[in-house]
């Protein structure tokens, strides 16, 4: 294979890696015909019980479960028509056993649509009838998870149900009292605590109406106008292609949930170029790898994790972005500058610019112009419609409609102005990277979509499916009409057929939306499976005990084994079912962990460490299906891609654990100002890291240079870490002043409170409680505030009760245990000093290289 050309068995290859998403088959005449149709009919199903519509009409109107067992329906039925069970399987037709399998797999899974009256009138008394249907139904979803995802969930699923059943006859640690098989079948298929649950659920009432906005504004041709967009700004500069991979990847992250997607997407344009700048095919395809995978931790899709979150974390979705968001700029940041090391280490040049030269400062007067427009046009708006809504009463909503189409209207015309964005053909060569201006104005009306669901979420505070289903109806309207409005603007109308071309447009979309779902839905639903055994066995306490045996009780192992096992089992697992397993599994352990340590670990920071290990096995061999895919464009092999795009997805890797001990990083209870000074602090201490682990900064890199560079980045990250040290930010006082001390601390302050007792089980456990300043003027106040009451016995002081409901009882203290030690918080100096030897260090290595920089060209001038 040449750089320039996929052809042969690797485009095969491709489309096989491809087609992992919707499916490999390629049905035709009237088996198609119905595939196509049930997709569509999919999407439209999803966007009638997203809309206001049933309750308008008084018709339609699903309860949750029954949108559920719909959902799951569609998506059985799907699997079993798009995907064959064997690789020697036919693909152009369906055999008479699929056909079976599809049929009846739906009717097991609308089962509790059809039968919803009867299944409530009879909880968990399951009659022959139920029991039946539920093991079909099991077996079929199992299987369909097999042929749409592989063997690795099917076969987690699998061992959790033996397990729920074998309970009894297990060893050690690992026995339980056992489930009846009427009660397994009952728990998991007729109830919502299995595989009706919280994942399928989410995957009903969200992600699919998000994959659908992204399948339509991909077909609508915004996937096209990011990649160009990327390239015209960034292909000129050193290694331009890779940088340009990495933004126009991060902006197909925001519309996409899949990996694999995602670096077919983008990398059958960005590979090659970058090969044809000087990086090797294993070097290009890692870069489109990396950035494509981090796509996941873009908000606000996130791979469907960001509303499974919302469910298990229990915060609105809206904070769930704001605490998502700083890690993943970070980390693409950090991409584009280890794109630029290596660019630099090669002596790379970028393409040539399509851009007319311009002075530096002009550039920088232009972007900080553009920059304040934005920003005012964005004040302008938020207030304008901030006053029009009161103003308006109940017209507000249809006049801020139309004054949305009239934007959209006017953006088309500004961009008829320019040529059209063609669709580059990634085997021909490049002489000229497009122009920016022209580039950007042409499809400016592709973000209109992006800005309504973001103020949906952000300024409405809409649901996000909602939200969603917003966007995407105005996503429809825009693919509808923007071929006639934009042809009779360029003075070429022919209405007819391009409304014709706008339809079709919008079936693939909604066909596609649909096809993209398959692997999701049947991944939430077998998911959940496992959910419901750890809910019915108890075995994630056990977990538990073992993790807890094997890290030794300290958190950082325990944090390292829990990163290992998430990508282990994500070698084999999509990123949404690693996610809704290992954070059912472990997150528990580790918020439990960090108690008994002394570090209260916000959930949310647990859940985002697991799923951020979760996206890693996308990458990680020998399994990281998008390396695969990378590597049959590129023509590198896989494996060594695979480990390339690891070493440089370590960034990536290091995040986790750093936020897991600083929880600035996730914006937790941090304001404007200090919000805006972490940004900048851990953007630098990232890039930092990204030269300490590339070898290489001003120059290549000596061994001690990486390992103080290391040393610093760990001290902008982390400065409490030394500050704790040097300055000790709680003293200790005796348990009997527990009353006094909560009296005194300050109304934002908080008491660090040891506690001994007994769990649920009877067993001895030691952990540790943020208890904070209640209202109240005094100590015994805020303790009756808190539903607190203790006593003294024996020169001990012990927990006599806590008040029903209170915040005591939610801080998790119960009768009797004891109170072994109350840290006050004290006066300590400012972490952010640590900062200032750091950044002096940092000066020190910089100086150090600036020199045998200079002597290394000087060496150069005299040769």
Request: glycine share 10%; net charge neutral.
């Amino acid at each position: 294979m040449t750089d320039t050309k996929t052809s042969g068995p690797d485009q095969a290859k491709l489309d096989e890696l491809a087609a992992t998403d919707t499916g490999g088959r390629k049905l035709t005449g009237f088996p198609n015909r119905l595939l196509l149709g049930v997709a569509a009919a999919w999407s439209l199903f999803q966007l009638w019980i997203a809309s206001p519509l049933p309750f308008l009409f008084g018709f339609g109107v699903f309860s949750a479960t029954e949108a559920r067992s719909i959902h799951l329906a569609f998506a059985i039925f799907l699997a079993f028509m798009a995907y064959p069970a064997f690789k020697r399987s036919p693909r152009e037709r369906m055999p008479l056993p699929d056909w079976a399998m599809a049929l009846v797999g739906a009717f097991c899974a609308s089962y509790l649509y059809f039968f919803y009256g009867q299944l409530s009138q009879r909880p968990g008394a399951p009659i022959l009838q139920d029991v039946i249907v539920g093991v079909t139904g099991i077996l079929l979803l199992l299987e369909a998870c097999r042929r749409s995802l592989g063997p690795p969930l099917t076969i987690i699923a699998l061992i959790f149900l033996i397990y729920s059943l074998a309970g009894p006859y297990m060893p050690g640690i690992l026995a339980h009292r056992g489930v009846s098989f009427s009660g397994l079948v009952n728990h998991q298929w007729l109830t919502t605590q299995g595989v009706f649950g919280i994942a399928l659920g989410v995957s009903t009432s969200f992600v699919f109406l998000f994959v659908l906005f992204g399948a339509l504004l991909d077909k609508a041709g915004a996937g096209n106008y990011f990649i160009k967009v990327a390239f015209s700004l960034l292909g000129h500069y050193r290694g331009g292609p890779a940088k340009a991979a990495v933004v126009s990847s991060g902006l197909t992250g925001l519309i996409s949930g899949s990996s694999i997607a995602n670096t077919v997407t983008t990398g059958t344009f960005t590979i090659p170029m970058m090969k044809r700048v000087g990086f090797s095919a294993t070097k290009a395809g890692a870069v489109e790898v990396s950035s494509s995978v981090n796509g996941q931790i873009m908000p606000p899709v996130m791979g469907a994790a960001a509303f499974l979150m919302v469910e298990y974390v229990g915060i609105p979705y809206i904070e769930v972005i704001k605490h998502a968001f700083l890690p993943a700029v970070i980390s693409y940041i950090a991409l584009l500058y280890i794109v630029h090391l290596e660019a630099l280490k090669a002596g790379m040049q970028g393409l040539p610019s399509g851009n007319p030269p311009r002075p530096l400062l002009t550039k920088i007067f232009g972007f900080l112009t553009g920059l304040i427009g934005v920003m005012l046009l964005a004040a302008l708006v938020y207030y304008g419609i901030g006053w029009l809504k009161p103003a308006l009463g109940e017209s507000a909503s249809w006049v801020i409609g139309a004054g949305v189409i009239a934007v959209y209207v006017l953006l088309l015309k500004l961009g008829s102005n320019y040529p059209e964005l063609e669709v580059d053909d990634p085997n021909q060569e490049i002489t000229q990277l497009p122009r920016t201006r022209p580039t950007v104005l042409v499809g400016l009306h592709y973000l209109l979509p992006v800005i309504v669901l973001v103020w949906c979420l952000m300024v409405e505070r809409l649901s996000p499916g909602l939200s969603a289903f917003w966007a995407t109806a105005f996503m429809i309207f825009i693919i509808l009409t923007q071929r006639p409005i934009d042809a009779l603007f360029r003075g070429r109308s022919d209405f007819a057929d391009d409304l014709k071309r706008g339809g079709r447009d919008l079936w693939e979309g909604l066909v596609d939306g649909a096809r993209n779902m398959i692997g999701i839905g049947i991944a939430t639903a077998t998911a959940g499976i496992i959910v419901g055994a750890v809910a019915q066995t108890g075995v994630g306490l056990v977990l538990a005990d073992l993790v807890e045996t094997l890290s030794m009780g300290n958190l950082l192992l325990m944090l390292l084994l829990t990163g290992v096992l998430s990508l282990i089992l994500g070698m084999g697992l999509p990123t949404t079912a690693n996610y809704i397993v290992v954070s059912a599994l472990l997150a528990p352990v580790i918020v439990q962990l960090g108690e008994q340590n002394g570090l209260i670990v916000p959930l949310i920071a647990v859940h985002l460490f697991v799923f951020y290990f979760g996206i890693m096995a996308d990458v990680t061999p020998p399994v990281g299906l998008a390396s695969f895919a990378a590597a049959a464009i590129s023509g590198a092999d896989p494996i060594r891609t695979g480990f390339q795009a690891f070493y440089y997805s370590l960034r990536t890797a290091a995040l986790p654990f750093l936020f897991i001990f600083n929880t600035d990083l996730l914006l937790i209870n941090v304001d404007l100002w200090h919000g805006i000074v972490i940004f900048i602090v851990a953007t630098a201490a990232m890039l930092i890291f990204a030269a300490a682990t590339q070898g290489f900064m001003l120059v290549k890199s000596r061994w001690y240079e990486s390992a103080l560079l290391l040393l610093v980045a760990f001290t902008l990250f982390r400065p409490g870490f030394w500050m704790d040290m040097a300055d000790a930010p709680y003293r200790e006082v005796p348990p009997a002043q527990f009353e006094q001390a909560l009296g005194e601390i300050g109304p934002r302050d908080h008491l660090m409170v040891r506690v001994d007792g007994l769990d649920a089980y009877g067993a001895p456990t030691s952990f540790v409680v943020q208890v904070p300043a209640t209202e109240g003027a005094s100590g015994s106040e805020r303790l009756d505030s808190l539903g607190l009451h203790l006593m003294q016995e024996d020169g001990k002081v012990l927990v006599d009760t806590t008040d029903f409901g209170s915040q005591a009882e939610k801080l998790g203290f119960d009768f009797d245990q004891q109170i072994v030690s109350v840290r006050v918080p004290r006066d300590q100096l400012p972490k952010e000093l640590m900062w200032i030897p750091g950044l002096l260090l940092f000066a020190l290595i910089v100086l150090l290289q600036r020199r045998r920089r200079g002597s290394g060209k000087a060496r150069e001038s005299l040769a």
